[in-house]
């Protein structure tokens, strides 16, 4: 069976780092575009970070642009999420997400229902 599961949450000070890593198995994604989405308790599920089969195109959302850098392994099977410089605001449960099928055009990725798979989050926490 296919799986996506998310490693390296947990608590930082604003202004401090965080790397997330998200290992696939049951499937090669090397393939597929790959994601990150968050979602804050109350809100609705947002994009942050996509990348393409061979990660020479990375994506992001306006708020974590310059701050974040989604990259990926083929060889290993895995997408990566750096995030610096995070704030409050970023505090969210984090889900790396595959596609099984290349979207029409790049700007697909940002929408949660090109993916079809999904890991399990994790809880990403920011204080003041």
């Known amino acids: 069976q296919v799986r996506l599961v998310e490693s390296g949450g947990g608590l930082v000070q604003a202004g401090g780092s965080l790397s997330l890593s998200c290992a696939a198995s049951?499937?090669?994604?090397?393939?597929?575009?790959m994601g990150w989405f968050r979602q804050a308790t109350g809100k609705e599920r947002e994009f942050v970070a996509a990348?393409?089969?061979?990660?020479?195109?990375?994506y992001y959302t306006e708020s974590v642009e310059g701050r974040f850098t989604i990259s990926r392994n083929n060889a290993y099977n895995a997408v990566y999420l750096q995030m610096n410089s995070m704030k409050p605001e970023d505090t969210a449960v984090y889900y790396c997400a595959a596609t099984r099928w290349p979207p029409p055009a790049s700007g697909w990725l940002r929408n949660h229902e090109v993916y079809q798979y999904w890991g399990q989050g994790t809880q990403v926490t920011v204080s003041s």
């Open positions: 990348i393409t089969w061979n990660g020479g195109s990375q």
């Open positions: 049951g499937r090669t994604f090397s393939d597929s575009a």
